[in-house]
């Protein structure tokens, strides 16, 4: 099984407000029909909330915690916000063929100061033996210390990680860079000194951009795969373990 993630970066314009990327989120959804038939291996697909969730979050000040009136409705809107993208990204996968559902992470995932502390995948287990690929995306979830808080579509794959072979993630970007250059592994070894080199994202993105997703992919002890999302024989390729352009993290 793989995990998949597509960046919010790829399938939404991150400078806009709910503007999805129509073309590139098409693309990427036809480029792992094929490679998921041709491998007939099973996925989870992850996205993120790109344009869709970070400008709620930010206007709503819910980044550390959900406590008045205003906040909680901020929640709901970042909620309902994110849900919709999530319903554009099932509707592309299925045109492409893959038979899907989307699961809410606020449903089914808890947590206590931003830590997972509950996370009930039934579902995606039972969607899986049908033979249906989950869908499961960026959210805001229930927190038993701060009220609410925004879970990252990078901390949903890190803690479903175990249920996969390896982990790809698509981003706007061919990978890590180390200033000009693309790094092409990072291990435990090297990891402390390429972090210096690792920011957020150029746009809002209030879950940490690339710095937080490296950081939960060195936690997650699965080799996991940061690729171009808007190249399609990339993400061909990086799907199907052929040699593409990316950073692998081991
Ligand atoms: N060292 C780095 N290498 C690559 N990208 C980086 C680096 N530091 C910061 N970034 C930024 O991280 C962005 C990707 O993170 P993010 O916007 O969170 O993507 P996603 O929407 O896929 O989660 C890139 O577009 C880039 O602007
Ligand atoms: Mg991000």
């Given at each position: 099984?793989?995990?998949?993630?597509?960046g919010?970066?790829?399938?939404?314009?991150?400078?806009?407000?709910?503007?999805?990327?129509?073309?590139?989120?098409?693309?990427?959804?036809?480029?792992?029909?094929?490679?998921?038939?041709?491998?007939?291996?099973?996925?989870?697909?992850?996205?993120?909330?790109?344009?869709?969730?970070?400008?709620?979050?930010?206007?709503?000040?819910?980044?550390?915690?959900?406590?008045?009136?205003?906040?909680?409705?901020?929640?709901?809107?970042?909620?309902?916000?994110?849900?919709?993208?999530?319903?554009?990204?099932?509707?592309?996968?299925?045109?492409?063929?893959?038979?899907?559902?989307?699961?809410?992470?606020?449903?089914?995932?808890?947590?206590?100061?931003?830590?997972?502390?509950?996370?009930?995948?039934?579902?995606?287990?039972?969607?899986?033996?049908?033979?249906?690929?989950?869908?499961?995306?960026?959210?805001?979830?229930?927190?038993?210390?701060?009220?609410?808080?925004?879970?990252s579509?990078d901390?949903?794959?890190?803690?479903?990680?175990?249920?996969?072979?390896?982990?790809?993630l698509?981003t706007?970007?061919?990978?890590?860079?180390?200033?000009?250059?693309?790094?092409?592994?990072?291990?435990?070894?090297?990891?402390?000194?390429?972090?210096?080199?690792?920011?957020?994202?150029?746009?809002?993105?209030?879950?940490g951009g690339m710095r937080g997703k490296l950081l939960e992919l060195?936690?997650?002890?699965?080799?996991?795969?940061i690729?171009?999302?808007?190249?399609?024989?990339?993400?061909?390729?990086?799907?199907?373990?052929?040699?593409?352009?990316?950073?692998?993290?081991?």
């Open positions: 099984m793989q995990i998949v993630k597509l919010g970066s790829v399938i939404t314009r991150k400078g806009g407000f709910e503007k999805a990327n129509s073309p590139a989120l098409r693309a990427l959804c036809k480029e792992i029909a094929y490679a998921r038939k041709k491998s007939r291996e099973p996925l989870i697909i992850v996205h993120g909330a790109g344009s869709f969730g970070h400008p709620h979050v930010l206007k709503y000040k819910i980044r550390n915690g959900v406590r008045t009136p205003l906040q909680a409705q901020g929640f709901a809107k970042t909620h309902q916000s994110v849900q919709k993208l999530s319903a554009l990204v099932a509707s592309e996968l299925m045109r492409a063929g893959v038979p899907c559902a989307s699961i809410p992470p606020l449903a089914i995932v808890r947590t206590k100061n931003k830590k997972i502390t509950e996370f009930c995948t039934d579902a995606i287990d039972s969607l899986l033996s049908l033979g249906i690929t989950p869908v499961l995306y960026g959210d805001v979830v229930i927190d038993d210390a701060l009220g609410g808080c925004v879970l579509g901390a949903i794959i890190s803690a479903l990680a175990k249920k996969a072979r390896r982990l790809v698509f706007n970007v061919d990978g890590i860079y180390a200033g000009k250059a693309l790094v092409r592994e990072i291990n435990s070894k090297n990891a402390p000194s390429i972090l210096m080199h690792v920011g957020n994202s150029n746009h809002a993105d209030v879950t060195l936690k997650a002890k699965k080799p996991a795969f690729a171009n999302g808007s190249k399609p024989h990339v993400v061909r390729n990086v799907l199907l373990g052929k040699n593409a352009v990316c950073t692998r993290i081991n």
